[in-house]
């Protein structure tokens, strides 16, 4: 094991574990970093460069969730095999790009449910009103003439440059299509696929059912792929056929699995292989508690494969219903032909208002806010399961996104104990792919209740299953004594 120095600036502001993130991953898939080879524990490699162990821990751990490194028990960290073997399939070297390179220049010249419990102040709406009034009181002309089908350009421009910065996807506004809801914008990509003879869609098997069904609904004929620990199976996908595969590769619900950076290489590879396309959903994406968000495959593309789909509805308040889709230049050139066959769904007042609350850094602080809160009622979550002693209750730890999965280790059907959990004012739904004949299998979205609440409506939560339960044994004991 050779000696690993990196140039770690202390004086820069991007932060020492970002730094040493960056010029790793960089040495793995340039392949100066081999493949299989061992690189320094964590206290050598901080005494070698002289920083803290912790600044190394948190860049290995980001590393390692990433897929670029592994840890071997009692043997220490190894780059991953077939990363950079992977990357040189699809001639992929690190992008110096910077945003000037990415966005075009006329870019720049923009102007300037009823019965369940929801935390208050999971938003902060003061922010929000004040951009609706700087809407009405200063472009309030604009909203005479009806909504551009594309998405106004303004909110275009904000997400471009957003996503570039914060996920590392490279698009311009001329690529970005916005819509009322993923659903919604899953229809207009049908279209799309029309055009290019793509009837086939694969989807990830248990995955996110509304998009999914929006492709069955359409008419394109859709194979459930099996997942594993990584997320999709490759060698589960069509050959010699063209077809979209949807996919959740930085948080894949509801299982939370991180697709390794090998595999996103390979998938990407298979989407050049057989001329096929990637829709690449990166729902809840920005919220990771651990580390830093894993960057968009969507960034790692060369060859116009994946397209990108993201919304704000996580992020900024439910009913809010606009999301957006980044287009690869060859597909954008084919919704710029046919979207003059529909119109915008999404409200124009509401597009403006969040390209203002985007412009002024609103949004960035709102997902740091997030970011805190919902960390909090994860780690509640976890607490408060663990004390209830509910052997028949067993959650299963995320270190991201809005929900965790709860495996219910009784004969009740997974939809009554939803309904109970609604009853105290929870919100949960079954994953009925993930139901076996020991364990039912429910998805609970922790956030939409306060911290303050989640301790006391767990502990009912868990009472009443329990109770249920206790139903059912002596229902059960009846008929054998009958």
């Known amino acids: 094991m050779k000696q690993i120095m990196l140039n770690i600036d202390s004086t820069s502001d991007t932060n020492l574990y970002v730094q040493i993130y960056n010029q790793f991953k960089e040495g793995i898939l340039s392949g100066e970093i081999p493949q299989g080879s061992k690189i320094p524990s964590l206290r050598r490699f901080a005494k070698d460069n002289e920083v803290s162990v912790t ?42 790009e910077s945003l000037d390179s990415i966005l075009p220049q006329d870019d720049a010249q923009h102007v300037r449910e009823k019965s369940l419990i929801y935390d208050e102040e999971s938003f902060d ?6 951009c609706m009034n700087k809407v009405f009181n200063e ?3 604009m909203l005479q003439t009806a909504a551009d089908v594309q998405g106004e350009q303004a909110l275009r421009y904000e ?27 899953a229809v207009q990509l049908v279209r799309i696929l029309r055009e290019l003879n793509v009837s086939h869609v694969a989807t990830e098997n248990p995955g996110y059912g509304p998009v999914r069904e929006i492709f069955s609904d359409e008419g394109l004929t859709v194979s459930p792929i099996p997942i594993d620990k990584d997320g999709i199976q490759i060698d589960k996908l069509p050959t010699n056929m063209k077809s979209l595969t949807y ?12 697709m390794p950076i090998a595999r996103r290489y390979e998938l990407i590879k298979w989407a050049v292989d057989n001329d096929s396309y990637i829709l690449e959903d990166d729902y809840d994406s920005e919220l990771r508690y651990f ?33 957006y889709m980044v287009l690869p230049v060859e597909l954008a050139e084919i919704f710029n032909r046919i979207k003059n066959r529909y119109s915008q769904t999404c409200s124009k007042a509401e597009q403006l208002c969040l390209a203002i609350y985007m412009e002024e850094g609103y949004y960035y602080r709102n997902i740091k806010r997030c970011r805190r809160m919902n960390a909090e009622k994860l780690e509640t979550t976890m607490k408060m399961f663990a004390q209830a002693k509910g052997d028949f209750i067993e959650p299963i730890d995320s270190r991201s ?20 959990a609604n009853k105290v004012g929870l919100t949960m739904r079954p994953v009925g792919d993930l139901c ?3 364990s039912q299998v429910v998805v609970f979205y922790f956030y939409r209740v306060s911290d303050a609440l989640l301790r006391i409506l767990i502990k009912m939560f868990v009472n009443n299953v329990g109770k249920a339960i206790a139903a059912l044994e002596r229902h059960k004991l009846a008929e054998r004594t009958q």
């Not at 670029?68 to 070297?93: C, F, T």
């Not at 709406?125 to 004040?130: A, E, L, R, T, Y």
């Not at 929900?403 to 309904?419: N, R, S, V």
Request: with cysteine; aromatic share 8%.
């Open 55 to 96: 600044t190394v821990e948190t860049a290995y751990n980001q590393l390692l969730v990433e897929g670029y490194i592994e840890s071997r028990p009692k043997s220490g960290y190894y780059v991953s095999q077939n990363i950079a073997e992977a990357a040189s399939d699809l001639n992929v070297e690190p992008s110096e």
């Open 125 to 130: 709406f003061s922010k929000w009103k004040k």
């Open 139 to 141: 472009h309030s002309n």
């Open 159 to 185: 997400i471009s440059k957003y996503l570039y910065a914060r996920r590392g996807v490279k698009c311009s506004s001329s690529q970005v299509v916005i819509g009322a809801g993923s659903q919604q914008l």
């Open 247 to 258: 996919v959740n590769p930085s948080n894949q619900f509801p299982t939370g699995a991180v």
């Open 291 to 323: 580390g830093k968000p894993i960057p968009a495959m969507q960034g790692l593309d060369r060859s116009g494969r994946v397209i990108y789909l993201g919304s704000f509805s996580s992020t900024l308040f439910a009913a809010i219903k606009i999301s």
């Open 401 to 420: 996104g809005l929900a965790i999965m709860l495996k219910a280790h009784t004969e009740i059907p997974a939809e009554d104990i939803c309904q109970i």
């Open 436 to 438: 076996t004949e020991d």
